[in-house]
């Protein structure tokens, strides 16, 4: 997905030269704190996995990692930052890579994901869980289905915002099901399970964290559908969205770290390395675990052919679905 910028040989020598404050950085970095952008309103599973893993990351660093949300327009807001900043090392994204791979592919941007961004890391792949609140007195996906068919218009299906996974979702299952839903977009997921709580809407999506997982304890939230290339190991009675008949919603989030284009090459194989190294630890491993969530480590080219994979997959399906804004 990210391009290597080829130089015409008369300009050798100025790139090189050009190179040098940069050379110079790398092999003193990091010196102060490394600030991470999540694009997303605080308290998801951006956060709830990723804090972890980045406070443990600062540790083997021996540097401070300071983290901020930046939650707007399904993370194309905060991932507008990143790319503007300075590519130093010092800025970076854990997000999920629907800014990167689904939003180009809807809406104009500032930045330009391959010319404006690096792969760095991989985090994991999260299912998506398709719940119903208290305002949906509904059992079952079929039901929900019938409702919305028998209804259309009349049931709220919250998202984590306009161009998000949830949102491509909703639209898969709206073109092969011939239900009908209002959308509900957020600009994240902590305000969406707070209004979820609050019975404000019938439907919405999220990847399973703690506080998702709680309140499926409670019986305040429930799962009619998951998605992944198999069952939930915490949901296993809960079937697929594939197993449902909607193979085309059947899609999962993937969350990593991404750095400005132009970021050294041995900081961002660095910060692979330590990604990597933790991702491996009890601590994290447990954490994925117990969400549902699964650790992915791939090297900086790997992840970078597998954006590119994943942006041409959701291009086809956008195109094919007819989805637009």
């Known amino acids: 997905m990210l391009h290597r910028r080829h130089f015409l040989a008369h300009s050798s020598a100025l790139a090189a030269a050009s190179s040098l404050p940069l050379l110079a950085r790398s092999q003193t970095w990091p010196n102060k704190p490394v600030r991470v952008v999540i694009p997303y309103a605080a308290g998801g599973v951006t956060d709830n996995v990723g804090r972890k893993l980045i406070e443990q990351m ?7 990692m300071v983290v901020e949300n930046k ?10 930052e990143v790319a503007k900043a300075a590519p130093d090392g010092y800025t970076l994204a854990l997000s999920a890579i ?15 994901p391959a010319k404006d961004l690096v792969a760095v890391a991989p985090m994991m792949y999260s299912p998506v869980y398709v719940l119903a609140t208290s305002a949906y007195a ?27 996974v949830g949102h491509i979702m909703l639209e898969q299952i709206q073109h ?4 009908q839903f209002i959308h509900v977009p957020y600009k994240g997921v902590g305000q969406t399970v707070n209004d979820a709580v609050g019975g404000h809407f019938e439907i919405m999506t999220a990847n399973p964290f703690g506080t998702i997982n709680g309140l499926i304890a409670q019986s305040k939230l429930r799962v009619l559908a998951t998605t992944g290339p198999q069952r939930a190991p915490n949901q296993p009675q809960i079937a697929t969205l594939a ?20 970021t050294p090459a041995d900081i961002v194989n660095r910060l692979n390395a330590v990604v990597q190294e933790q991702l491996a630890t009890a601590s994290i491993q447990e954490a994925l675990r117990s969400t549902d969530n699964v650790g ?17 997959s959701n291009a086809d399906i956008i195109r094919k ?5």
Request: proline share 5%; net charge positive.
């Open 321 to 325: 679905a007819q989805i637009t804004l």
């Open 58 to 64: 600062a540790r083997a660093l021996g540097q401070a």
């Open 296 to 312: 992915l480590q791939l090297t900086p080219q790997e992840f970078t052919a597998l954006l590119q994979q994943e942006s041409a």
């Open 71 to 80: 939650g707007g327009a399904g993370g194309t807001v905060g991932m507008a």
């Open 176 to 179: 092969k099901t011939g239900a």
């Open 138 to 164: 509904g059992k079952s996906w079929e039901a929900l289905i019938a409702d919305a068919k028998a209804k259309p218009g009349t049931i709220r299906f919250a998202t984590s915002g306009v161009g998000s």
């Open 98 to 112: 629907s800014p990167l791979t689904l939003s180009p592919h809807l809406m104009k941007l500032s930045y330009t």
């Open 243 to 262: 197993e449902k008949g909607v193979a085309e919603a059947n899609i999962t989030s993937l969350f990593g770290f991404m750095a400005p284009a132009r």
